[in-house]
């Protein structure tokens, strides 16, 4: 079948989520990524200081100002990743068979000891030597080297090369096999989400997570700290599932955190490369089903970090996340650092509406499926309203959505259909604006006071005419939410139609 033309004035329903780094400093080239389809800016907290950090948050800022468009700013906690320290030199070349020692008391550069020929390297986490035995397998630079450890004595950890290349400074240091007796969060996460607390960022994405305990940690230090400066709710954590034990616990993971990100980057370096579309497509369907966004990142368009176009494949990646329901995608590296950032982000855009637009045409959908048996009576009612609206929008046929909702609960909930009806969501707080960006298919809006029905509806009407959405007669379906209590689930649903004179006036 052939693909429908794609409407500019239209965003894509998918989120496209772009890493802020030295490639988007320069103000113009930030505010072009915003006019070809970014919302979403990630900043990535293991590299950089809390104030170049807080330039580039001002910076956003400023263009959302200067757009007039809401922008979402996703700070990222490094997690406990383990680097090498400072390699001497341009690096050390390893070779297969060559064997390598890390000190625990290693604090300088790494090195070759000319004397003996032996290499001896240290890295950010002492417990390394404790934690790994040997069988255990040590892999630095994503795997690109890769080493299995052969004995241990005396704060020292002897390891072969089995696959060999050149090792440079801060390279990452993954351990797949061992048990780490690791803290998480870390001093560093804690101290870094308090600074977020305070410094206008809108979401807060955790690495690295083994258990909905630590999800619990980071949420009561935002609760405690935030409500010191008067936030009424902690930020929301975005759980990024990346290692084995984070995989196994996905479903009690996701749903005590409020997102999750399918971090396809250590996530195939820790576990079995041939194992990650399958973990993908179980963690996208978990989240539906419990009712939480999902985002898919790493490596989606990564040939652009120094290439104009992607390859193939990587295309069918980007659209193939979009199929099974990603609420948004994710540019590291080819925005970060790369020599397209634009054209990243207009060519991420130009995938997500094509995918989009077959869907819509081919009737395309995912649903959430059978929900989870951890989800109680009280969701599974609340489930039977938003069917109940679905249902209602299928039958008037429905051009959009419309819901006011003070925490932008209730357009959550109804975004979990990827039907192509839009959802416009209004809200008295501009921060629940931003963070609904992360929902697929929502359009946030800002209005400050509690509307009715009536007046929601004629706000819309005026606001899709703008954008040629709406011809007299169409339909409209109007929910306004209430707050939910434990055992009352309110939600008003009414229905509009447009007429002559207000969609011509």
């Known amino acids: 079948m ?35 389809g970014a919302s979403i800016f990630r900043i990535n907290f293991s590299h950089g200081e809390p104030d170049s950090h807080y330039e580039r948050i001002k910076a956003v800022r400023a263009i959302e100002k200067s757009t007039g468009r809401p922008l979402a700013i996703m700070g990222d906690l490094p997690g406990p990743k383990i680097r090498l320290v400072e390699v001497a030199g341009e690096g050390i070349m390893l070779e297969a068979g060559q064997e390598i020692t890390f000190d625990r008391g290693e ?21 390394l030597v404790d934690c790994v035995q ?18 241990s004595e005396s704060g020292r950890l002897t390891c072969r090369v089995t696959a060999g290349g050149l090792i440079t400074s801060h390279k990452g240091v993954n351990l797949p096999d061992s048990d780490l007796d690791i803290e998480v969060p870390t001093p560093k996460d804690r101290s870094l989400a308090e600074w977020a607390i305070g410094h206008d960022i809108d979401l807060l994405a955790m690495s690295f997570v083994r258990s909905a305990s630590e999800i619990k940690v980071v949420r009561d230090l935002l609760l405690e700290k935030g409500r010191m400066i008067g936030h009424e709710r902690p930020l929301p954590i975005i759980a990024k599932i990346e290692v084995p034990a984070g995989v196994h616990a996905a479903e009690s993971i996701i749903a005590a955190a409020d997102g999750v990100m399918v971090a396809r980057g250590d996530l195939g370096v820790e576990m079995d490369l041939a194992a990650v579309p399958i973990i993908q497509k179980r963690l996208l369907s978990l989240a539906r089903q419990l009712d939480r966004p999902c985002i898919v990142a790493t490596q989606m368009l990564q040939s652009m970090v120094e290439s104009p176009v992607p390859t193939r494949a990587e295309a069918s990646d980007v659209a193939g996340a979009i199929f099974d329901g990603a609420d948004a995608v994710m540019l590291s590296g080819e925005t970060a650092v790369g020599a397209y950032p634009v054209v990243a982000v207009q060519t991420m855009r130009r995938i997500c509406s094509q995918t989009e637009s077959w869907m819509d045409s081919d009737g395309y959908q995912v649903e959430a499926g059978t929900p989870l048996e951890s989800v109680d009576q009280a ?12 249902s209602t929008a299928h039958a008037v046929k429905a051009k959009c959505i419309v819901v006011f909702s003070e925490w932008g609960t209730w357009s959550r909930l109804i975004s979990r259909s990827t ?12 921060s629940v604006v931003r963070q609904m960006l992360l929902c697929r298919g929502v359009i946030p809006e800002l209005m400050e006071i509690m509307p009715d029905a009536e007046i929601l509806g004629r706000d819309a009407e005026h606001r899709l005419r703008d954008l040629h959405w709406l011809e007299p007669g169409d339909a409209i379906l109007v929910v306004i939410g209430r707050p939910m209590a434990e055992t009352i689930h309110s939600v008003r649903v009414t229905v509009q139609r447009i007429s002559d004179i207000e969609a011509t006036g």
């Open 107 to 127: 604090s300088g550069p790494c090195r070759l000891h000319e004397d003996n020929g032996q290499i001896v390297l240290g890295c950010t986490w002492a417990g």
């Open 379 to 390: 969701m599974g009612d609340t489930h039977a309203l938003v069917e109940g609206i679905w």
């Open 2 to 36: 052939a693909v429908e033309e794609v409407h500019h004035d239209a965003p894509p329903r998918t989120g496209i989520i772009v890493t802020l780094g030295p490639a988007t400093d320069d103000p113009d080239v930030l505010e072009r990524m915003v006019e070809s």
């Open 419 to 430: 039907r192509p009806i839009p959802i416009v969501a209004y809200t008295s707080r501009p």
């Open 134 to 151: 040997p069988g255990d397998r040590v892999l630095i630079d994503d795997g690109q080297v890769r080493l299995l450890a052969v004995g």
